[in-house]
């Protein structure tokens, strides 16, 4: 099934390339004129009237700002406009600029603290470095901000934030949101969010090419439960357990059978015992696992929570070698870390920044293009864990989950999280799919959990949370 275009997150330069393809159906000056509509509209729904000052950058972004105090002022708002420097003569910014007959007052920081909403049109998709000094202090300067396209500053292509950008109130982005509206720190200074029609044909998303998704149910379907289903058909999830941490093969256990696994066994050899006093309903084997390996329904495994490096030495191998799907975390990351070859062979590992670092080297500002990269280099799915999630395949393909809550930024939560994505492979998706899927679950259990809730506290949501990603994703 093909991904929907409805969550494809294009970046400024495809977005750049949409308006040349779509020239001769909708010129430019067209899109301009709704972009600024729709700017003033969000702008009359969100605040009261007040005065309203325009800040204007030079390319289209001003051009959108200039068509929006025009209809700012047309709907009886007090504005002016200031502009760090005049559009090209001839542009549509110019021809924008030339049909806004308000006042024009200089681009300054007094101006700014005067009004009591700053519109920032300066730069949007052709930010190409820093803003200088003028800019930000005038930016710093403004009680509230509304942005065009993007608060000036911002990224649109990574989230990243050169030198400053404003905190904004709300910030309205057109045809389809970018990869920065949706990664930190830029998605941190949007406000609300607006992102308009401007009647662009959607049809032209499809020639561009686009690699990176919104991670939403649609985007990956997971298999409902139907009157046939069984134990094996729901899948079974393995997971290799060790004796020093047991707590974390636990939580990954428990993640895989609250998201609906129909079988969920930990192997833990000597360590049985330390295993077998916890939920009934869990399976708990103490033969070797080359025997274990002997049963073809067991696929899926999860190899790292709670091992150290030389158990996952002694595990990790075994099981690539039987071919089984490997989603590796934790102990096998910091067993990687040593050499990045031993994890080839894996379908999937999870790593939050720091041991994504020890995996790969710091990822920099632009962690769209560095989770992508280390995907190609291991030949599998990388979960780069954190705030906003990225899930990039070894084909290109990455997602961007922002379906979270910070309250899962706590110990175990992680297990947990394995432990779902385990799942999901046992009910037989792909390893990107379910790698997403098991990502939106997770955030979907965090964001219903209530204030501050515990890994443990997860589980009894991850049925309700998979329930609801079947419905939406319909
Ligand atoms: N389909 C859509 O989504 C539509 C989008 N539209 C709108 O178009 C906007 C994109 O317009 P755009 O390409 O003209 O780029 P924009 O951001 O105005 O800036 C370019 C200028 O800024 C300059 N410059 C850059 N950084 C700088 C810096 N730090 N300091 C100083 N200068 C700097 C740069 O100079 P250069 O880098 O070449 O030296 C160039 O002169 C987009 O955000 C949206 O609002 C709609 O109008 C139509 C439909
Ligand atoms: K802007």
Redesign the pocket.
């Known amino acids: 099934m093909p991904h929907p275009r409805s969550l494809l997150l294009p970046t ?1 330069a495809q ?2 390339e ?2 040349r393809l779509a020239y001769k159906a909708v010129p ?1 000056a067209t ?2 004129d709704r ?1 600024g509509w729709a700017v003033a509209r969000a702008i009359r729904l969100h605040f009261t009237p007040c005065r309203v000052l325009v800040l204007c ?8 700002g200039y068509v929006a105090a025009r209809y700012l002022a047309q709907m009886g708002s007090p504005v002016a406009v200031a502009a760090l420097a005049e559009p090209r003569s001839d542009s549509d910014a110019a021809k924008a600029a030339a049909l806004f007959k308000g006042p024009r007052v200089p681009f300054s920081p007094k101006e700014a603290a005067r009004a009591d909403l700053v519109v920032d049109a300066i ?10 000094e003028n ?1 930000v202090s005038v930016l710093k300067a403004a009680q509230r901000v509304v942005a ?3 608060p000036t500053g911002i990224d649109g292509a990574t989230g990243a934030i050169l030198g400053d950008a404003p905190d904004c109130e709300l910030t309205v982005t ?2 389809r949101p970018k990869p920065g509206h949706k990664l930190l720190p830029g998605s941190a200074k949007l406000g609300d969010f607006v992102c308009a029609d ?1 009647g ?1 044909p959607q049809g032209i998303l499809d020639q561009l090419g686009i690699q990176t998704w919104h991670n939403e149910p649609g985007l990956w379907h997971i298999p409902p439960m139907t009157p046939e289903s069984y134990k094996y058909s729901r899948g079974v999830v393995s997971i290799c357990a060790g004796g020093s941490m047991p707590g974390a093969a636990r939580l990954s256990a428990a993640g895989a059978r609250a998201s609906g696994a129909g079988l969920v066994r930990i192997s833990a050899g000597e360590n049985a015992p330390a295993f077998r006093l916890g939920a009934p309903g869990l399976i708990v084997d103490d033969g070797e696992l080359a025997n274990l390996l002997q049963d073809e329904r067991r696929k899926i495994w999860i190899c790292g929570p709670g091992l150290t490096p030389d158990e996952v030495a002694e595990t990790l191998p075994i099981l690539l070698k039987a071919e089984r799907i490997v989603l590796a975390d934790a102990g096998a990351l910091t067993w990687g870390a040593e050499n990045p070859e031993r994890l080839k062979g894996v379908a999937a590992i999870t790593p939050h920044i720091g041991e994504f670092s020890r995996l790969f080297g710091k990822p920099g500002e632009d962690r769209l293009s560095a989770a992508r990269e280390a995907a190609r280099k291991i030949n599998a799915v990388v979960v780069m864990k954190g705030a906003d999630t990225i899930i990039a395949a070894p084909d290109g393909r990455a997602a961007i989950n922002d379906h979270a809550s910070p309250a899962l930024a706590t110990a175990g939560s992680g297990d947990t999280l394995t432990g779902v994505i385990g799942t999901m492979l046992a009910a037989g998706m792909p390893v990107w799919e379910a790698c997403c899927a098991g990502v939106w679950l997770h955030g979907e259990a965090g964001l219903r959990a209530g204030d501050w809730p515990i890994a443990e506290d997860l589980d009894a949501h991850l049925g309700a949370a998979r329930t609801k990603a079947i419905e939406l994703g319909l």
């Open positions: 400024p977005c750049g949409m308006d430019i899109l301009m972009a950058g030079p390319g289209n972004n001003g051009g959108d730069f949007g998709a052709g930010l190409s470095r820093a803003p200088e800019v065009i396209d993007m057109f045809v401007i662009e």
